[in-house]
């Protein structure tokens, strides 16, 4: 199976700052990556598909890119709503692996 | 409008059987795999397994494969996640999916909490 490593764990940042966080597949994906934010008590909420498709709605400080095995989330300017956990997910392969998350917390 | 409601909360013991329920509406139900996600108290996403509505073909998880059975009723747009023996480490939010081929999935069920304790 397919096994999906997220980095950082828990990210400390400031509103403004620019924030990106990195997701690593254990073998080629192609772009079928997903990023979700989820806030406590809430499901999670996909912000973008394909590695890089924004979702209807979804601000445009968010953005993703790459493909194969390596992709980031950029967030370019953190606002007050964007204190949540993110994943990146596989969606390759009949299955469906989450990273194991990003915190990105109040500096 | 797409719709997954997800039956409500539940506390059980160990060893007993448990079976929650995903109900979709707003979309051809045979159109979309359903899968289902846990997420144990304080921790990440974890994906459990899918199941293709059509054929009811399931695929699972290795770490949740001969503990749990997904299924689906088409005739009453329903998906179900079903233990039948639970432990105390069942003890989770699980959520069901809409497991869209494109762009992942997009719309997501509200949770259903399981809390299992003698």
């Known amino acids: 199976d397919i096994q999906m490593t997220q980095s950082p764990s828990t990210l400390s940042a400031s509103v403004g700052d620019r924030v990106i966080i990195t997701c690593r597949a254990s073998q080629s994906i192609s772009s079928w990556l997903a990023w979700y934010q989820q806030k406590p008590g809430k499901a999670p909420k996909l912000l973008i598909s394909k590695a890089f498709i924004l979702e209807s709605g979804v601000p445009s400080r968010f953005s993703g890119s790459g493909s194969g095995t390596d992709f980031t989330l950029t967030i370019s300017s953190l606002q007050p709503d964007d204190f949540a956990t993110y994943y990146c997910q596989q969606y390759d392969a009949y299955s469906g692996t989450f990273g194991q998350g990003t915190k990105v917390e109040i500096k | 409008e797409v719709q997954l409601v997800q039956s409500g909360a539940e506390v059980k013991k160990p060893g007993e059987s448990l079976r929650i329920s995903c109900k979709v509406s707003?979309?051809?139900?045979?159109?979309?795999?359903i899968s289902w996600v846990r997420q144990m108290p304080g921790k990440g996403l974890e994906w459990m397994g899918l199941m293709d509505p059509t054929d009811s073909n399931a695929k699972y998880s290795p770490s949740f494969q001969g503990h749990i059975t997904i299924s689906t009723a088409k005739s009453s747009n329903t998906a179900y996640l079903q233990w039948s023996s639970l432990e105390a480490s069942d003890t989770a939010m699980y959520f069901c999916a809409r497991h869209n081929l494109i762009s992942g999935y997009d719309y997501w069920g509200q949770g259903t909490l399981v809390t299992v304790s003698s």
């Open positions: 707003g979309y051809n139900f045979a159109n979309y795999w």
